[in-house]
């Protein structure tokens, strides 16, 4: 069974939006700096005031990812994903997660080549696969990351895949058989009833 992290915005980062989505297995929060990609999001005041029993799960869409891990750190994250396209220092950023006993993962963009984490997958828990450019919520998905995702899983078979970006109940089930785990949905969750949609990705 597929695990699901529903994707907090601002347009749904309530502790009431929280409360319906407590059938996921994660609350992935989407951090957008406003650099890395336009329009900023929420940060780690949110990600510290918002109460759950389900693990945060946070994606830094950040430059220099490095300078901001802490805070999201004593915010509470569970689980810290961050850029490879935005920082020179990987190895720096990955030890400073692992020294606060939460999993470290790497994210990439729809058009960056593996071989840009290859080699830093071995020292992490998980890789976030984007699946549609980020920023914007609601955008259609890219096809092309299922090779992507087939070659991580043939390549790292231990490791978790997360898959983020226009994810609903056909695309899920693709990327799923390509190899991923872990889905991110924000829009197909939040449009209609939230425990049905989750169950529906759950059970892909």
């Known amino acids: 069974m597929a695990k699901v992290s529903v ?16 059938s996921a297995d994660m609350i992935h929060f989407d951090i957008i700096d406003g650099r890395f990609v ?3 999001t929420v940060w780690a005041d949110v990600v510290d005031l918002l109460r759950t029993d389900l693990p945060k799960d946070v994606h830094l869409m950040t430059v220099n990812p490095e300078e901001h891990v802490d805070e999201f750190l004593d915010a509470g994250a569970d689980r810290i994903s961050f850029h490879i396209e935005a920082t020179d220092c990987p190895e720096s950023i990955i030890g400073l997660i692992h020294a606060k006993g939460v999993k470290a993962g790497i994210a990439i963009k729809p058009s960056t080549d593996l071989e840009a984490i ?6 992490v828990e998980f890789v976030l696969v984007m699946s549609v450019e980020p920023g914007a919520s609601g955008q259609g ?7 992507k995702i087939k070659d991580i899983k043939k390549r790292f078979p231990n ?8 994810i609903d109940d056909k695309t899920g089930k693709q990327v799923i058989e390509a190899g ?15 425990k049905e949609k989750i169950d529906v990705l759950k059970k892909i």
Do not use: M, W
Not at 118 to 123: T, Y
Not at 141 to 147: L, W, Y
Not at 159 to 166: A, R
Not at 180 to 194: F, R
């Open 7 to 22: 994707s907090i915005l601002n347009e749904n980062f309530t502790q009431e939006a929280v409360d319906s989505v407590k």
């Open 38 to 40: 336009p329009d900023k």
């Open 118 to 123: 290859s080699r830093f997958l071995k020292d």
């Open 141 to 147: 998905f890219i096809e092309s990351i299922i090779d």
């Open 159 to 166: 490791l978790e895949i997360e898959v983020d970006g226009g």
């Open 180 to 194: 991923a785990n872990i889905l991110v949905s924000d829009s197909y969750i939040h449009e209609g009833n939230s």
